[in-house]
């Protein structure tokens, strides 16, 4: 029903910036009209985690403790587009991070991987040591 296309990420130094997108789209109609969108990492040898997540109605958020104050997520509801925006970097954060869709509004919008439906195609993050 959804297809995800996510660009951006890259390699960055520690205490960089970078910025992830991530553009929705709906292939069939569906009957829900909220949605939680999130974003996920994953590092080699370690079970994807949820960073953060925003629901379409844009006032509400989520953070993993690991990136609040350096992570902002947001939404542009008119161009159907989510973003991550990734300041004071470090090299723990470092993974394949991934935007998701969650069908259903909720407040807070969760950050378990399990409560999400669709998913994009991963986009890495370096930040080397």
Same mark, same amino acid.
């Given at each position: 029903q959804l297809r995800l296309v996510q660009s951006g990420g890259g390699s960055a130094q520690a205490g960089?910036?970078?910025?992830?997108?991530?553009?929705?789209?709906?292939?069939?109609?569906?009957?829900?009209?909220r949605f939680c969108m999130g974003w996920f990492? *994953?590092?080699?040898?370690?079970?994807?985690?949820?960073?953060?997540?925003?629901?379409?109605?844009?006032?509400s958020t989520s953070y993993a403790a690991s990136v609040k104050g350096r992570f902002t997520v947001s939404l542009d509801n008119a161009k159907n587009t989510l973003y991550l925006e990734m300041n004071?970097? *470090?090299?723990?954060?470092?993974?394949?991070?991934?935007?998701a869709v969650r069908l259903g509004g909720w407040r807070p919008p969760p950050l378990e991987v399990d409560e999400y439906t669709y998913w994009g195609q991963g986009t890495p993050v370096t930040v080397p040591v």
């Open positions: 960089g910036s970078l910025r992830l997108s991530c553009t929705i789209s709906i292939i069939s109609t569906t009957r829900y009209t990492r *994953q590092a080699p040898g370690k079970e994807r985690e949820g960073v953060a997540a925003i629901n379409s109605d844009a006032d004071s970097l *470090q090299p723990e954060d470092s993974a394949m991070y991934y935007c």
